[in-house]
C-alpha cells in the first residue's frame, strides 16, 4: 500500500514484470544484465499494452544506475542466485530502496502458490535434484549473506523456494 514503484532485477524477458504492472498500480521498472533480454522485453510489453507502465534497463545489479531511495518495491525472482556478489548487490538494492520500501528476493514457487497453481507447474523438485540444479552461488548461508551487506533486519522464508524479505527503515521524524 503507498507504494508508487517497483524495480524487478534479472527481469529477462519481462512477463513477470508485465503481470506485475498489470496487477498493481505501480510504475515498474525491469533491468537485466543481458542487452538482449531488453529487446525482449521491450517487444513483449509493446504487445501486451503497456508501455506506458514500463521501464526497461540494461544495467548490472552490481552497480544500480539509479539515485539512492528510488524505488518502493523491489523484487527478484530466480536472479539473485547468478550474482557474483550477493553481498554488494544487496547493499545496492538498499541504496536505492526508499525509506521503508521493501525487497523480496529469491527463487522458487513461493509460499503463496495455491495447490492447484502447483499442480499444474508439476511435481515438487526432490532436495536432490535441487542440488543438482547447480546454481553458481545458492543461498546456503543467509545469515552469513546478510551480515556481509549489513542487513540485520530479515525474513529468510523456505517454504516455497528460498526468499529473502527485508525493509529498509524508514526515515526518522524531522523535529520543528
Not at 95 to 110: I, Y
Not at 133 to 152: C, E, Q, T, Y
Request: hydrophobic letters at 40%.
Amino acid at each position: 500500500k503507498g507504494a508508487s514503484n517497483c524495480l524487478d532485477l534479472g527481469c529477462g524477458p519481462g512477463q513477470l514484470t508485465v503481470e506485475v504492472a498489470k496487477a498493481a498500480s505501480l510504475e515498474v521498472t525491469g533491468l537485466d544484465y543481458e542487452p538482449e533480454a531488453i529487446d525482449l522485453a521491450e517487444q513483449y510489453t509493446k504487445e501486451q499494452g503497456m508501455v506506458s507502465k514500463m521501464h526497461w534497463v540494461a544495467a548490472d545489479v552490481h552497480a544500480l544506475p539509479f539515485a539512492d531511495n528510488s524505488f518502493d518495491v523491489i523484487m527478484s525472482r530466480g536472479s539473485i542466485f547468478f550474482w557474483r556478489d550477493q553481498a554488494l548487490a544487496l547493499r545496492e538494492i538498499m541504496r536505492v530502496l526508499k525509506p521503508g520500501g521493501w525487497a523480496f528476493l529469491g527463487g522458487g514457487g513461493g509460499r503463496s502458490l495455491s495447490q492447484e497453481e502447483a499442480q499444474r507447474a508439476g511435481p515438487p523438485r526432490s532436495e536432490s535434484a535441487a542440488r543438482r540444479f547447480n546454481f553458481p552461488n545458492p543461498l546456503d548461508n543467509v545469515p552469513a549473506l546478510m551480515a556481509r551487506a549489513g542487513i540485520a533486519d530479515y525474513r529468510h522464508i523456505t517454504e516455497g523456494g528460498s526468499w529473502i524479505e527485508f525493509r529498509k527503515p524508514a526515515a526518522p521524524a524531522k523535529a520543528d
